[in-house]
């Protein structure tokens, strides 16, 4: 049975002082709980590994380099997120992909630099609401995933975790429903199926769009829905383990 995972997204949020009234709540309000992660800005990673070291919770990045180092200014390597006891590390969320024009090669080539320094990667997939309106919702997921099978192998995925984000419901309060998230999470699970039925059957894949305390429960009793990806609702301590809670 695949053990189920909410990991936060906190994006760019956060503060030294609210992020440790933040985390103090999350420890508290999971505890005895498992699968359970925040993912901070990179300048808050010290305080992460400070707050959560010997906790249940694992911690982890938004993003890294696809470069281990060099000349890259402004980047952050995977062996620097190992320094700070990361675990975890979103690969290819919407919004790098759109605002920060990340492709799907740079996507799977930062897949492998995490898979290489033994973190855990979130790889995240999903389909803008004109692409689902085109019936294209398969083929975009199924490029955004092939992507990174072609480059790595579909073994990298079976201790890996994926992502389906649909564009346009993350943040504007749409969700998908139950029954919309699990097609698109089975769509996935039986295309990596027709390349390793054992990987299909072990890959954890979160669904990532606007989930909320009130519609978690649901969406979490889907056959091939292990978990979320978490944006807003991160940010408040209660709603978030609530969430958790549902997970398990």
Known sequence: MRQKIVAGNWKMNGSLVDNEALLKGVVDGTAGLKGVVCCSPYPYLFQMQKALSGTHVAWGAQNLSQYDKGAYTGEVSASMLNDFGCSYVIIGHSERRAIFGETSVMVAEKFKAAKDAGLIPILCLGETLAERESGATFAVVGEQLEAVTGFVGVEALEDAVLAYEPVW??????????????????????????????????????YGGSVKASNAAELFAMPDIDGGLIGGASLISGDFCEICRAAA
């Open 169 to 206: 419901a993350i943040g504007t309060g749409r969700t998908a429903t139950p029954e919309q998230a699990q097609e698109v999470h089975r769509h996935l699970r039986e295309r990596i199926a027709h390349l390793s039925a054992e990987v299909a059957g072990h890959v954890r894949i979160l």
